[in-house]
């Protein structure tokens, strides 16, 4: 079975610094996708950036980008230039290429410190 | 466009009570999903639909749990009878086609707190 590991409960970052989060996933899956969403205290989720499996290149969305190493099956987000607005739960998400369900990490929660 | 949709924000009610949560997907989006949110266990899918057809429940904990899709444009997640460990934030999900490069939209969910 897939599993998602974030092995950070918390972070902590000083504005306008860089915070890198981890995540660590387990799957036989050779072609899948790869997902990290934040979770501000609205609760709303939102799609932060994603990755396909097949791609060596790592996706970037602005000041967000990610390590992804498929061998190490290691999917990590580094945000630069932090943010107050980037204060949230942060989920790290894994789904394989034949569909069915979204596997979630138990999350991660950062602050942001001015 | 408006994002999915999902009613009420919160409920509060007492065990052995019938509990109904509602969603509206992003219209065009083939596939609804629900999740479930708790502090122990995170986030975990209940059931998928696809063209309103159920295609995985088996993270519907119990017999108590049924879901239904009547048409492209509204879900329910019903609890019967509702029990205090039901308590969590109940999410609806939809993305459009394949839900591997599609991501999926979420709503703001229902905090359910079951006394």
């Known amino acids: 079975a897939q599993t998602v590991t974030q092995s950070q409960p918390e972070m902590s970052v000083q504005e306008a610094e860089t915070v890198t989060l981890s995540c660590t996933y387990d799957?036989?899956?050779?072609?899948?996708?790869l997902f990290w969403y934040k979770q501000p205290p609205s609760r709303q989720m939102i799609l932060v950036i994603r990755q396909e499996a097949y791609k060596q290149q790592n996706a970037t969305e602005n000041r967000f980008s990610v390590n992804f190493q498929k061998a190490a099956k290691s999917f990590s987000l580094k945000i630069s230039d932090s943010q107050l607005g980037d204060a949230a739960m942060y989920f790290c998400a894994y789904i394989r290429n034949q569909g069915g369900k979204l596997i979630f990490g138990q999350g991660t929660e950062l602050s942001v410190k001015p | 466009d408006a994002g999915v949709i999902q009613s009420p924000r919160h409920e509060v009610t007492e065990m052995g009570q019938e509990v109904t949560l509602r969603c509206k997907p992003i219209?065009?989006?083939?596939?609804l999903f629900w999740y479930r949110q708790t502090m122990m266990r995170g986030l975990e899918l209940l059931i998928y639909?696809?063209?309103?057809?159920?295609?995985?429940d088996s993270g519907m904990p119990e017999d108590r749990f049924s879901a239904k899709m009547p048409n492209a444009s509204f879900s329910t997640l019903k609890i019967q009878p509702s029990e205090p460990r039901d308590s969590a934030v109940y999410f609806c999900?939809?993305?459009?086609?394949?839900?591997?490069?599609?991501?999926?939209?979420f709503g703001d969910g229902t905090r359910l707190s079951i006394l």
């Open positions: 999900a939809s993305s459009l086609a394949t839900p591997t490069n599609q991501p999926q939209h």
């Open positions: 799957t036989s899956e050779s072609d899948y996708y």
């Open positions: 219209s065009g989006h083939d596939y």
């Open positions: 639909f696809n063209n309103n057809v159920p295609i995985d």
